[in-house]
């Protein structure tokens, strides 16, 4: 008889070709998952999971969050929230050497805390910024860079799809990710402006100055703003503060985007329709990956593919740093060939038994003596730094989505020109994993302080 384990190995070797080849990974997972159960355990065990196992995985309450959460952002989108925040941020920015690009993270920043989504953000602000960028006559790359970078601020700053789904995975508490996550978002957000900053002050002619804008403009423009922070505010405070959980914060997150954009922006019912359209659309496709990551899972957890590796880095005497090291750099490997979330529901299950074998003291045979802290805080700590990671995967070679969806938009702008534009950017979000990865206090500080 064949070894399981050797089974799960060539099952992957096969999910990884089929990748390669632009098999959507969905389907790639269901096949590869379907045949390795069945040639484990026979057809008969794989048809019978086959009649509860979708009901099982898409019956779960925390993932009702997540097509609410895809609303809200389709109707941010359509409802001119992106042209309110851009118009402000410029008002406050614009006047400073490379101001607008600064602007242009800004109102990333805001828009993705409504959005959620990183192609969305990166898609939506172009179209927004980047006429003005070239008004001003940035540099290609400046411009372009500035863009496809500030769209993944909108994958970490809550609320996000993919930090939900990390959540139910390892079944942590979504709004303690919420929470770890906001620290790092803004840290992502300073560190960002610092680099326009560095790289006008080195390249003067890639960012000019923008024109100051007059008091009444500036005024009309600040007030234009505030009700897209009371959104956040009361969606996102509102989780924090445990006035309610993330699903009816979602829901109520999209009846104000919906009324915001139907006063202020006439939103027609048209658009009304193409955003619900929209979010079946993407929450159909999350959910079908949902559930070939977990036929993927059964079949690798009968093939004994995460306990085998998890005792064979327990066995091999690494530091439980490196360990941690070496996942991240996969991540960042692979977020080259494929998008975040797949990366996430594909990675996170055979990563995960790893690092809990590590710290509940296979090596030290002490509770926490791996990472020097509790399983659940561990939990938290390395959802945010696989998320930030991931985001790196959105602005690197040679998949780069955020760099495509801002080349589409610049087509006279040599793609070549946007990802030196990005290497700025990909170097502070470096020295951003080094920080949370030395001090793991800013990702738990504030879920400790207000979770209790």
Known sequence: MTDPLLIGVAGLAVLIFLIVIRMPIAYAMILVGGIGVTLLSGAAIFMSQLKTLAYGQFSIFDLSVV?????????????????????????????????????????????????????????????????????????????????????????????????????????ANIVTMFMA???????????????????????????????RVGQTEFVDATINMIPVLVIFLLVIGGIYAGFFNPTPAAAVGVFLVWAYGAVHRGLRWAELKDSLLETARTTGMIYLILLGAEMLKIFMSRAGVPQA???????????????????????????????????????????????????????????????????????????ILSLVVVELGLITPPVGLNVFVISALAKDIPMIQTFKGVAPFFGAEMVRVLILLAFPAITLWLPHLLGG
């Open 67 to 171: 097509p609410m959460f895809v609303l809200m952002g389709a109707l941010a989108t359509r409802a001119g929230l992106s042209q309110d925040m851009f118009r402000a941020a410029n008002a406050w920015f614009g006047w400073l050497r490379g101001g607008t690009a600064m602007a242009a993270i800004a109102a990333c920043a805001t828009f993705g805390a409504v959005c959620g989504s990183s192609l969305a953000t990166a898609s939506t602000m172009g179209k927004v910024a980047l006429p003005e960028l070239r008004r001003y006559n940035y540099s290609g790359s400046l411009a372009t860079g500035t863009l496809a970078a500030g769209g993944v601020l909108g994958i970490l700053i809550p609320p996000s799809v993919v930090l939900i789904i990390y959540a139910i995975i390892v079944e």
């Open 181 to 211: 996550a906001l620290l790092p978002g803004i840290m992502a957000v300073c560190l960002f402006l610092l680099t326009i900053a560095l790289y006008v002050a080195i390249v003067p002619d890639a960012g000019p100055r923008g024109d």
């Open 309 to 383: 590796t998890a005792e064979w880095i327990g066995q091999s005497g690494m530091d439980p740093m490196l360990v941690m090291v070496l996942l991240l750099l996969g991540l960042i490997v692979l977020g080259c060939l494929m998008d975040s979330l797949s990366m996430i529901l594909l990675v996170i299950p055979f990563f995960w038994p790893v690092l809990v074998e590590i710290n509940g003291g296979l090596y030290q045979g002490a509770e926490g003596a791996g990472y020097g802290m509790s399983t659940e805080d561990l939990k938290v700590w390395f959802g």
